[in-house]
Nanobody, 116 residues
């Protein structure tokens, strides 16, 4: 059974940082590009960044370039998103998934709220 369990969200002030984590299971982790997505209230889900098994980050949204860094750990099947210099417009529910959601399954996500 494919599962994604996101954690690490919370309330943070503008300019602050958070590190999101995602535990992936039920598939051969090393063979998939992993991606972070987010969905803000009233908006469609959008791709934030992808991370290849090699550690190369691609598909980085213009709005987060230079502030967010995705990474992954194959041994533990974990995916991470380091978010720095957070802005109010980063407020959203954040999800991780295999890129393009090949399994048709989403986790519950983790809420990130950036507000003073």
């Amino acid at each position: 059974q494919v599962q994604f369990v996101e954690s690490g969200g919370g309330l943070v002030q503008p300019g602050g940082s958070l590190r999101l984590s995602c535990a992936a299971s039920g598939f051969i982790f090393s063979t998939y590009v992993m991606s972070w997505y987010r969905q803000a209230p009233g908006k469609e889900r959008e791709l934030v960044a992808s991370i290849w098994n090699s550690g190369i980050m691609t598909n980085v949204a213009d709005s987060v370039k230079g502030r967010f860094t995705a990474s992954r750990d194959g041994a533990s099947q974990m995916v991470y998103l380091q978010m720095n210099n957070l802005k109010p417009e980063d407020t959203a529910i954040y999800y991780c998934n295999a890129h393009h959601n090949p399994f048709g399954s989403w986790g519950q996500g983790t809420q990130v709220t950036v507000s003073s």
